[in-house]
């Protein structure tokens, strides 16, 4: 075998190596995210009673005297609150689980996307709990104060435990998620995708739109739907601001070292060397197939 087939070669094995370094470090990385996740779970289940108490607290204050929540399933007194526990577990290793994530992906991004993709990172976790926490000390007192004030007579608001968790998750992930819209905001427009002009123009669909999103997240009620499409609304709002604020119109610098391109024209020595060194492969092949066996 020939030198240049043996740089070919050993190039093709870099590569290959590279790449099941990544894989290995992206399983180190999704193991330690496991292990983090299971030793707050641990930690936290001896006191699973405690904490659906505090998350049902605000149905439980507003119930009826008398009354109280229910298990119509054999498993729900040890599923239900497990399912809690593991669900607090994941929400408070989120940073961590970013961070890891950050540090895998972090060292392939240019040094200006470093620079904005952090904050938005901690803006994103930030906002994320605020939606949590909105759903938590606003919606749910309005919520529950509303369907227990129109049951009808007679009828006594028992709620189900493992129904009341399934409700309370669903409102959390879409609030939550519904926090992200000026993260979402900011981005299409740093992106290019469109600008703020634009999107102020659009703020009619943009708030039918929220409304929707309201309708098809949060149970089928109307205050429910409220709660969640005002806030995405002024949430856009605030993207809007903030994209005006930072993202400025400038014209690239193309000295910056992250915008750097090489030359892929005929007076690239890299490009001439790798053709000289196939033409020579290709030389080399079919002397060997014009020699006899």
């Avoid at 190039?11 to 399983?27: N, P």
């Avoid at 994941?90 to 890891?100: D, F, G, K, R």
């Avoid at 703020?196 to 703020?203: D, F, H, I, L, Y």
């Amino acid at each position: 075998m020939s030198a240049e087939q043996d740089n070919v070669s050993q190039a093709v094995e870099g590569k290959e190596q590279s790449l099941l370094d990544h894989l290995i470090e992206l399983r180190d990385r999704l193991l330690r995210m496991v292990i983090a996740v299971l030793v707050l779970f641990v930690l936290l289940f001896p006191f699973s009673e405690q904490i659906f108490t505090a998350v049902a607290q605000p149905l439980l204050a507003l119930m009826p005297e008398g009354t109280s929540m229910i298990a119509t399933s054999v498993t729900s007194p040890f599923l239900v609150p497990f399912k809690l526990v593991l669900l607090v577990a994941v929400l408070l290793a989120v940073p961590y689980l970013l961070h890891q994530l950050w540090a895998f992906v972090a060292p392939g991004l240019y040094s200006h996307e470093k620079r904005l993709a952090a904050p938005l990172l901690v803006s994103s976790v930030l906002l994320f709990y605020c939606g949590i926490a909105f759903a938590y000390f606003v919606v749910f007192p309005l919520l529950f104060r509303f369907f227990i004030a129109v049951a009808p007579e007679g009828v006594a608001v028992m709620t189900d435990i493992g129904q009341y968790l399934d409700f309370i998750i669903a409102i959390f992930f879409a609030f939550g998620i519904a926090f992200e819209v000026p993260v979402a905001t900011f981005l299409l427009i740093l992106a290019g995708a469109t600008t703020a002009e634009n999107m102020a123009k659009k703020r009619p669909y943009i708030i039918v739109g929220a409304f929707v999103i309201g309708m098809m997240l949060t149970p089928p009620d109307v205050i429910s739907q409220s709660l969640l499409a005002l806030p995405m609304w002024a949430l856009f709002e605030i993207g809007l601001i903030m994209s005006r604020l930072f993202i400025k119109p400038a014209e690239r610098d193309e000295s910056h070292p992250d915008f750097q391109f090489h030359d892929d024209g005929p007076d690239n020595p890299d490009n001439d060397e790798m053709e000289s060194m196939l033409d020579e492969m290709e030389k080399e092949e079919q002397e060997n197939l014009r020699r006899p066996d």
